[in-house]
T-cell receptor, first 110, second 113 residues
Framework: DQQVKQNSPSLSVQEGRISILNCDYT??????FLWYKKYPAEGPTFLIS?????DKNEDGRFTVFLNKSAKHLSLHIVPSQPGDSAVYFC?????????FGAGTTVTVRA | DTAVSQTPKYLVTQMGNDKSIKCEQN?????MYWYKQDSKKFLKIMFS???????INETVPNRFSPKSPDKAHLNLHINSLELGDSAVYFC????????????FGPGTRLTVL
């Protein structure tokens, strides 16, 4: 009963191009959505979040879009850099609990 | 100057043993968490403490017992370890229970043989 799903386990993108990561959810009670980035042998680090009352939030190269009617969010990274190569987790919050997706591994090619 | 630290980083043990994982945060946060990352890579919340009080207790076997001696520490004790307990366990902290920006430790990889 995974409530947060990342259907693409991996994504390969050329340096300088846009990376688009997708996430779907099922629970309409989620009030915040987040993206975390994880390097090997490290814990996830918070990247960007968006409230359920908004449809876009931007922070530098990172933009998160929320489509509540479709229960879908996406993370855009522009331009992609080699240091962006990592696993990206989508997460959603309800009642102080975070539910995570399984992650998407992003590889940025030089 | 590590923000959230966990010890040990790796733990290999036999079935039936009892083990503990320690977590400490030096961020002055009020809330701490334990997550389990299973073989399918999903991170699942296990417990959360806010100011040393348990606020989240997911459906976790009672062989798992968290202990928060103070706001900066949240330890996880596991009794009678089973093969299915093998996973990576992450500790995290946040300024408050309603904050979304949780800070994670590096994880403890537990292997039960």
């Amino acid at each position: 009963d995974q409530q947060v799903k990342q259907n693409s386990p991996s994504l390969s993108v050329q340096e300088g191009r846009i990376s688009i990561l997708n996430c779907d959810y099922t629970n309409s009670m989620f009030d915040y959505f987040l993206w975390y980035k994880k390097y090997p042998a490290e814990g996830p680090t918070f990247l960007i979040s968006i409230s359920s009352i908004k449809d876009k939030n931007e922070d530098g190269r990172f933009t998160v879009f929320l489509n509540k009617s479709a229960k879908h969010l996406s993370l855009h990274i522009v331009p992609s850099q080699p240091g962006d190569s990592a696993v990206y987790f989508c997460a959603a919050r309800n009642d102080y609990k975070l539910s995570f997706g399984a992650g998407t591994t992003v590889t940025v090619r030089a | 100057d590590t923000a959230v630290s966990q010890t040990p980083k790796y733990l290999v043990t036999q079935m039936g043993n009892d083990k503990s994982i320690k977590c400490e945060q030096n961020l002055g946060h009020d809330t701490m968490y334990w997550y389990k990352q299973d073989s399918k890579k999903f991170l699942k919340i296990m417990f959360s403490y806010n100011n040393k009080e348990l606020i989240i207790n997911e459906t976790v076997p009672n062989r798992f017992s968290p202990k928060s001696p103070d706001k900066a520490h949240l330890n996880l004790h596991i009794n009678s370890l089973e093969l299915g307990d093998s996973a990576v366990y992450f500790c995290a902290s946040s300024q408050g229970a309603d904050r979304d920006d949780q800070f994670f430790g590096p994880g403890t990889r537990l292997t039960v043989l």
